[in-house]
């Protein structure tokens, strides 16, 4: 049953993703209450309500549960057991965020699924960093298994010299180990999934990343992406229907000379996608909405001939004078506090013809 406009819903986690959801959400009627623990939520500066708990505070999950009609997430590092606080009115459900916030499970899954990903092994120790080097080849990159993003919680190896600084340097914490992947680009497939199975694409964007961080997208992707994009979005929609998603779902690609590789998942709107505000009929917020509210699909076609959007990581916020002055960038700013190296500011979208 569809929830109407005028209803509340639920946004666990108040970063600029819940503020894009938020702004979605009120265009189209409905009041945002955000559960976060820290006290300047940016996107609390337009909800209706805000709760300001720890995420793993069940009682203040019950209570904020009791207040919304539906409820979603925009980031996956959150606690599991104390989500399910919130019972059938999480969308998508839990079992996304527990595929996804581990390493290991992700790609067991994916292969289970029927999707590629480059070669790679479990980590538990520095004995299983040397023995990664001598099965999967060098040069290879560990990734702590939890908590990782933007390039955190990673470490390169390029020769046997290197086993112990890496594993110092993801805290020898539980990682995975996978091999350098020799690919012509990096693309995003940006699916919305409704719990009856219908579904939308949007055309996927080539994602160009520095340190670690998505530096810019651009659609129409190039050619080397777009001959593998009917294939990764194949295997896209197999991941979401196993996980029963509810809701955008992104899968990141290598686009390689074995055809399209799953670099990760992240079960929620994304941050390749924030281009289809201005570039696509309907956005990947709007769109998440309409699925967890089971509203109709809105079109996801371009508005015109494509979109470029640029992160705006660390001061280069300060360049909004220049920015707004600029015909045709759309400016977005997230309100964050400090703008510190690395971190993701705002961004501007540039529509093309």
Same mark, same amino acid.
């Given at each position: 049953?569809?929830?109407?406009?005028?209803?509340?819903?639920?946004?666990?986690?108040?970063?600029?993703?819940?503020?894009?959801?938020?702004?979605?959400?009120?265009?189209?009627?409905?009041?945002?209450?955000?559960?976060?623990?820290?006290?300047?939520?940016?996107?609390?500066?337009?909800?209706?309500?805000?709760?300001?708990?720890?995420?793993?505070?069940?009682?203040?999950?019950?209570?904020?549960?009791?207040?919304?009609?539906?409820?979603?997430?925009?980031?996956?590092?959150?606690?599991?057991?104390?989500?399910?606080?919130?019972?059938?009115?999480?969308?998508?459900?839990?079992?996304?965020?527990?595929?996804?916030?581990?390493?290991?499970?992700?790609?067991?899954?994916?292969?289970?699924?029927?999707?590629?990903?480059?070669?790679?092994?479990?980590?538990?120790?520095?004995?299983?960093?040397?023995?990664?080097?001598?099965?999967?080849?060098?040069?290879?990159?560990?990734?702590?298994?939890?908590?990782?993003?933007?390039?955190?919680?990673?470490?390169? $190896?390029?020769?046997?010299?290197?086993?112990?600084?890496?594993?110092? /340097?993801? !805290?020898?914490? @539980?990682? +995975?180990? %996978?091999? #350098?992947?020799?690919?012509?680009?990096?693309?995003?497939?940006?699916?919305?999934?409704?719990?009856?199975?219908?579904?939308?694409?949007?055309?996927?964007?080539?994602?160009?990343?520095?340190?670690?961080?998505?530096?810019?997208?651009?659609?129409?992707?190039?050619?080397?992406?777009?001959?593998?994009?009917?294939?990764?979005?194949?295997?896209?929609?197999?991941?979401?229907?196993? $996980?029963?998603?509810?809701?955008?779902?992104?899968?990141?690609?290598? /686009?390689? !000379?074995?055809? @399209?590789? +799953?670099? %990760?998942? #992240?079960?929620?709107?994304?941050?390749?996608?924030?281009?289809?505000?201005?570039?696509?009929?309907?956005?990947?917020?709007?769109?998440?909405?309409?699925?967890?509210?089971?509203?109709?699909?809105?079109?996801?076609?371009?508005?015109?001939?494509?979109?470029?959007?640029?992160?705006?990581?660390?001061?280069?916020?300060?360049?909004?004078?220049?920015?707004?002055?600029?015909?045709?960038?759309?400016?977005?700013?997230?309100?964050?506090?400090?703008?510190?190296?690395?971190?993701?500011?705002?961004? +501007?979208?540039?529509?093309?013809?």
């Amino acid at each position: 049953m569809s929830i109407p406009p005028g209803s509340t819903i639920g946004i666990v986690g108040g970063g600029q993703l819940g503020r894009m959801l938020a702004i979605a959400a009120a265009q189209l009627g409905y009041k945002c209450h955000i559960f976060d623990p820290h006290e300047h939520a940016p996107a609390a500066d337009v909800a209706a309500c805000f709760t300001r708990a720890r995420y793993d505070d069940v009682s203040a999950l019950e209570a904020f549960a009791a207040q919304v009609d539906v409820a979603t997430y925009e980031f996956e590092n959150l606690p599991v057991e104390s989500l399910e606080a919130l019972g059938a009115k999480l969308r998508p459900g839990t079992r996304s965020l527990a595929i996804a916030q581990d390493r290991a499970t992700e790609k067991e899954f994916i292969e289970q699924c029927g999707a590629r990903v480059a070669p790679w092994r479990r980590i538990a120790s520095l004995a299983d960093v040397t023995a990664s080097v001598l099965k999967v080849g060098l040069p290879l990159v560990l990734k702590t298994r939890r908590y990782g993003y933007d390039g955190k919680g990673q470490a390169w $190896l390029w020769s046997r010299r290197d086993e112990e600084s890496a594993w110092q /340097a993801i !805290g020898q914490e @539980p990682a +995975v180990a %996978e091999a #350098a992947v020799d690919f012509a680009a990096e693309f995003s497939v940006i699916v919305a999934r409704w719990a009856d199975g219908r579904h939308t694409f949007w055309d996927s964007p080539e994602n160009v990343h520095e340190g670690g961080i998505l530096r810019r997208s651009t659609v129409p992707c190039g050619d080397a992406a777009a001959r593998q994009v009917t294939e990764a979005r194949e295997a896209t929609l197999r991941i979401a229907e196993a $996980l029963g998603h509810v809701g955008v779902l992104t899968v990141e690609f290598f /686009a390689s !000379g074995s055809g @399209p590789l +799953v670099n %990760e998942i #992240a079960p929620r709107v994304h941050n390749s996608g924030h281009w289809t505000i201005e570039g696509a009929v309907t956005s990947q917020f709007e769109q998440h909405i309409r699925a967890i509210c089971d509203l109709p699909p809105g079109l996801t076609g371009l508005t015109r001939g494509g979109a470029v959007m640029e992160n705006l990581i660390g001061d280069e916020v300060n360049r909004w004078p220049e920015l707004v002055a600029e015909r045709g960038a759309h400016v977005h700013i997230y309100g964050k506090g400090e703008a510190r190296p690395g971190r993701k500011m705002g961004h +501007v979208t540039r529509v093309v013809r």
